[in-house]
């Protein structure tokens, strides 16, 4: 059964740090670029980052860039996203997907194969 889990999700104080993960079980993650996905309350889903398959290449929206970092440890199956110097506007459910091994030129949804169920990450200010 193919499944994605998201986990690390919570409630912190603005210029603090979370990192989430995704934990991919019933295939084989090495073969699959992952992208992390948010939606804010009222809002459409918004492409925040990938990493590719083939070569690790990462790719981060303008409102991330030089904050969050995504990386892979295939051995473990799980994508992790470190978010630093968060900010309210981060306030959001946080997806991760699994889709061809590369990244989109741009974060399309349909992009992707398999989605998680989200975590809700909530930066207070």
């Known amino acids: 059964q193919v499944q994605l889990r998201e986990s690390g999700g919570g409630l912190v104080q603005a210029g603090g740090s979370l990192r989430v993960s995704c934990a991919a079980s019933g295939f084989t993650l090495d073969y699959y670029a992952i992208g992390w996905f948010r939606q804010a309350p009222g809002k459409e889903r918004e492409g925040v980052s990938c990493?590719?398959?083939?070569?690790?290449?990462?790719y981060y929206a303008d409102s991330v860039k030089g904050r969050f970092t995504i990386s892979r440890d295939n051995a473990k199956s799980t994508v992790y996203l470190q978010m630093n110097s968060l900010k309210p506007e981060d306030t959001a459910v946080y997806y991760c997907a699994a889709g061809p091994p590369s990244c989109p030129l741009v974060a399309a949804t349909d992009w992707y194969d398999y989605w998680g169920q989200g975590t809700q990450v909530t930066v207070s200010s």
């Open positions: 990493i590719s398959s083939s070569d690790d290449s990462t």
